[in-house]
């Protein structure tokens, strides 16, 4: 039967496709609904479709997003299956603004998949940022990194088999795997929350992992909702606030009308300058870095590599112990 719902030939292109992320993880868009179209009624609480052209409803989205209307942006909502390492999943569940339900390990067996870092994402740690990482470690420790792992996880899985065996509960049996162990759930969320993950989550000083997932996400939302993906884009992922100070200090440096912009004849303000002005050090070289023009990302989905629901189930059920009923 056909649909009378608003669809999006983009995002019907994929919806129900699994795209790999990492080892052995996924993300797959469930299900969606609304558009772009539907934050434009929204905001302006009208109805009936094809009566604005596709110019006017971009200009409004953007408009909203440029002036932090968000309200508009909660109608369009979207529900994902996702896989990834525990250790991904309890960064990714402090953004409490979505509908979860999560594999349940209480009731369910636990498919024995294990997150292996490549030998590029092994770094040791950032001296400068305690949360990241940095630099290449030697060879020597990956190789040993990855010999205790294996040991590790061998160990706990036979383990977690062996309690399963003797018909220990499964909610004891699963209560040493380690959180390199693979998860699922189900997360459905509106475009404005979803929005706010991908701005942190995408982000170059987000945890490398968790990255890979958010990329894939904004891929998503670029074929549902792509006036609001580019003004997200636009305004917010590529954008850098500033402060009073930073402004007072551009002030002295350009001046403009509707005309143009230009650089006042001779301008120039020092790092002493900007100190006394009440930027610390960090702050100058944060406004330096917002000055230089960004490099426009892509998030685009390469379609060759979804999979079918049959196939991801194939995999995850093969890694699951055999049935001790």
């Not at 792992?149 to 399963?164: D, I, M, N, P, S």
Request: charged content about 30%; glycine content about 4%.
């Amino acid at each position: 039967m056909e649909t009378k719902r608003p669809t999006v030939h983009a995002a019907e292109e994929i919806l129900g496709g699994y795209f790999p992320v990492l080892d052995h993880g996924f993300v797959a868009l469930v299900d969606y609904m609304g558009s772009d179209e539907d934050i434009e009624r929204a905001a302006r609480v009208s109805y009936g479709f094809g009566t604005r052209q596709v110019s006017q409803t971009r200009g409004l989205v953007r408009y909203l997003r440029r002036h932090r209307h968000t309200t508009p942006s909660e109608m369009v909502e979207f529900k994902f299956h996702c896989a990834m390492p525990m250790f991904v999943a309890r960064q990714w569940i402090r953004h409490r603004t979505a509908s979860v339900n999560e594999l349940s390990a209480r009731y369910s067996l636990m498919p024995l998949l294990f997150y292996r870092p490549d030998a590029s994402q092994f770094k040791l740690q950032s001296r400068s940022n305690k949360q990241g990482r940095e630099g290449g470690a030697p060879d020597a420790v990956y190789r040993e990194a990855i010999e205790r792992w294996e040991r590790l996880r061998t160990e706990a899985g036979a383990t977690y088999r062996w309690l399963l065996e003797e018909d220990v509960a499964r909610e004891i049996a699963r209560i040493d795997l380690p959180v390199s162990t693979y998860t699922q759930w189900y997360w459905k969320i509106d475009l404005h929350n979803l929005l706010h993950f991908l701005s942190l989550r995408v982000d170059p000083r987000a945890q490398w992992e968790i990255q890979q997932f958010a990329r894939v996400i904004a891929g998503m939302v670029k074929r549902v909702a792509p006036i609001s993906y580019e003004a997200w884009v636009d305004y917010d992922l590529q954008s850098e606030p500033v402060t009073r100070v930073e402004r007072e200090i551009l002030a002295r440096l350009v001046d403009g009308d509707d005309e143009a912009i230009a650089a006042r004849d001779g301008a120039r303000v020092s790092a002493a300058e900007m100190q006394d002005a009440g930027l610390s050090p960090r702050e100058i070289r944060e406004l330096v870095e917002k000055l230089r023009a960004p490099e426009r990302p892509d998030f685009e989905l390469d379609i060759s590599r979804m999979e079918t629901a049959d196939e991801m189930a194939a995999k995850m059920y093969e890694a699951v112990p055999g049935s001790f009923e």
